[in-house]
C-alpha cells in the first residue's frame, strides 16, 4: 500500500492548482463583501480611505513575499475581524475604524487575487477567467442585499454579519486549499498547461496525486546547491523593479497609454455604478411609490442578468480583443440611460435598468484582461502593481459616484435627469479613451491602417488604368 512520506505532493494537487479552482477562489471572494451598512458619509470616506492608503504597501509585500496564498488567508482573516468589530462596535468612532480595516482588506483581496489568477491562467483565456470570477461580484450584489433585509427583519441587527462571516469562513477554507502554481510545477505539474491541454498535463510520465518524488527544490538542497527556491524559467514573471516604491511603478504604470485607458474606464464604471446604487431606489419610491421590498427585488432582477454578461464578455474579449468589446459594451450602455430618464410606465424603467446594468456588467473584465496583458509586456511591473491601480481606480469611483449623485439629486432641480445626462457623458469620454488606447492595436489606429490600405489600392487602380492606353498605342 502506499504510504506517504515527507516528500509526498500535497493531496489533490492537481484540482487544487488548477485554473478553475483559482478562479473559483478568485470569485467566490467577492460574495461576502457586501457589509449591511450604507455607503454614505464618513464611512464611505474610511472605506475607500483604507483602500487607497493600503495600495501601495500590500502591492510592494504582494510581489517581495513569495506565497499569495499566504497574503489572501491574511486579507480575510483581517476582513472576518472588521466585520465582527463593525457587527459590536458600541461608538460610532469604531464603525469608521472597521470600514478602514474593511477598505484595506478588500486591497488585498482583490490586488491580490487578482494577481493569483494571472499567474495561473494561460494569456489566451485571461479574459474569460476574469469574466467567470467577476460573476461573483454580480451575484453577491444581486443576492446580498435581499438576503441581508430579511435577515434583519426576521432576526435583528446581528443576523445578515452572521450570515455573512459564515461566507467569509467559507472562503477562508477554498484559500487555504490553493496551490499556487509555483509550488505545482515543483511537483511536476503545470496547471496552465493543462488548462491549455483540457484538464490532462500530457508531459507528465507519473501521477503527481501519489507520487513520493522529490520537487526540485529539495533535490538542490540536498546536492547542496544554493538556488533552492529556483522557479522553472517558463513560469518567471517580467523582473520586478525593487528599486521604486509600489507607488513609484503604479504612477509608471499609467504612463503606458493602454494602462491609463483601462484605469479610467474602470474608474469611470466605478463612478457611473455609485451614482446608480443610491439614486435608483429613491426613483422607484419618488415617482412609481414602490416599497424597499419591491425595490430589493427588483434590484436583485436588474443585477442577476451581469453574471452572464461578465462572463460572455470575458470570452469573446480573448477572441476579438478587449477594445473591441469594451467599445460595444459602452455603445450598448448608452441608449438605455438616456431611457431612464423618461418618466414613463414602470416596465419601460425596469426593462432600461435590466439592459443597462447588463451591458455595464461586461466592462470591468476586459479592462482587467487588457491589465494583465500590461503586466506581461512591461519590464519591471508585476501584476500586483498592475491591479494595484486597477483597486485605486474602481474605489475611488465609487466613493466619488454615490457623494455626486446625492448632491445632484437632493439639490438640483430635475437632479436624477442631470446626473443621468452627466453618467452619460462619462460614458463617452471613456469610449473614446477605448477606441483610441486600448488595445496592443488600438481601434482608431486599425481603421487608419484600413483607410490607408484601401487608398493605396484604389490608387494603385487608378494607375494601371492611366497606364494601359499607352500601352495600347505602342503595340
Not at 467567470?132 to 442585499?145: E, H, K, M, V, Y
Not at 426576521?154 to 487555504?176: C, V, Y
Not at 513520493?212 to 547542496?224: L, Q, V
Not at 469611483?397 to 453618467?423: E, K, M, R
Amino acid at each position: 500500500m502506499f504510504q506517504l512520506t515527507r516528500y509526498s505532493a500535497p493531496l489533490g494537487l492537481k484540482w487544487r492548482s488548477s485554473v478553475w479552482f483559482v478562479t473559483l477562489v478568485v470569485g467566490a471572494e467577492a460574495l461576502g463583501y457586501k457589509d449591511p451598512s450604507s455607503l454614505t458619509g464618513y464611512l464611505l470616506l474610511a472605506f475607500a480611505a483604507g483602500l487607497v492608503f493600503s495600495t501601495p504597501p500590500i502591492t510592494w509585500l504582494s510581489e517581495r513575499f513569495h506565497s499569495r496564498r499566504t497574503l489572501l488567508l491574511i486579507g480575510i482573516v483581517g476582513l472576518i475581524g472588521a466585520q465582527i468589530l463593525f457587527m459590536l462596535a458600541p461608538v460610532y468612532w469604531v464603525l469608521v475604524v472597521a470600514r478602514f480595516l474593511q477598505g484595506t482588506s478588500s486591497t488585498v483581496i482583490w490586488t491580490v487575487g487578482s494577481a493569483l489568477l494571472c499567474d495561473t491562467v494561460p494569456t489566451s483565456r485571461i479574459g474569460q477567467q476574469f469574466g467567470i470570477a467577476l460573476t461573483g461580484l454580480s451575484f453577491g450584489s444581486a443576492i446580498g442585499p435581499t438576503i441581508g433585509g430579511a435577515l434583519y427583519n426576521s432576526l435583528g441587527f446581528h443576523a445578515p454579519f452572521i450570515f455573512s462571516l459564515g461566507l467569509l469562513g467559507f472562503d477562508l477554507i477554498l484559500r487555504f486549499l490553493v496551490i499556487e502554481k509555483r509550488d505545482a510545477v515543483r511537483w511536476g505539474f503545470d496547471p496552465t498547461a493543462a488548462c491549455l491541454q483540457g484538464g490532462n498535463n500530457n508531459n507528465q510520465d507519473f501521477d503527481v496525486e501519489t507520487s513520493t518524488s522529490e520537487p526540485d527544490t529539495i533535490k538542490n538542497k540536498e546536492k547542496g546547491l544554493e538556488n533552492e527556491t529556483e522557479i522553472p524559467a517558463d513560469l518567471s514573471r517580467n523582473e520586478i523593479s525593487h528599486h521604486q516604491s509600489s507607488l513609484q511603478l503604479m504612477l509608471t504604470i499609467l504612463k503606458s497609454k493602454r494602462a491609463m485607458a483601462a484605469a479610467l474606464v474602470i474608474l469611470i464604471y466605478g463612478i457611473d455604478i455609485g451614482m446608480l446604487e443610491p439614486t435608483v431606489p429613491l426613483r422607484f419610491q419618488e415617482i412609481y411609490g414602490y416599497t424597499s421590498l419591491k425595490v430589493g427585488l427588483v434590484f436583485m432582477g436588474a443585477t442577476f442578468p451581469t453574471i452572464i454578461s461578465s462572463a460572455i464578455a470575458g470570452i469573446l474579449c480573448d477572441k476579438l480583443g478587449t477594445g473591441l468589446i469594451n467599445a460595444i459594451c459602452f455603445l450598448l450602455a448608452l441608449p438605455w440611460f438616456l431611457i431612464l430618464a423618461i418618466h414613463g410606465p414602470v416596465a419601460l424603467f425596469i426593462v432600461a435598468l435590466i439592459l443597462l446594468f447588463f451591458f455595464l456588467g461586461s466592462i470591468p473584465a476586459p479592462a482587467m484582461a487588457e491589465l494583465a496583458g500590461v503586466a506581461r509586456s512591461t519590464k519591471g511591473i508585476g501584476y500586483s502593481h498592475i491591479y494595484g491601480v486597477f483597486n485605486l481606480a474602481y474605489g475611488i469611483g465609487t466613493a466619488i459616484g454615490p457623494l455626486v449623485a446625492s448632491q445632484l439629486y437632493d439639490h438640483v432641480h430635475n437632479g436624477f435627469t442631470v446626473l443621468l445626462g452627466l453618467a452619460t457623458f462619462l460614458l463617452l469620454l471613456a469610449l473614446g479613451f477605448v477606441v483610441t488606447w486600448m488595445g496592443d492595436v488600438s481601434l482608431l489606429m486599425q481603421v487608419k491602417h484600413k483607410l490607408a490600405t484601401r487608398g493605396t489600392s484604389s490608387l494603385a487602380g487608378a494607375t494601371v488604368e492611366m497606364e494601359l492606353p499607352s500601352a495600347i498605342e505602342v503595340v
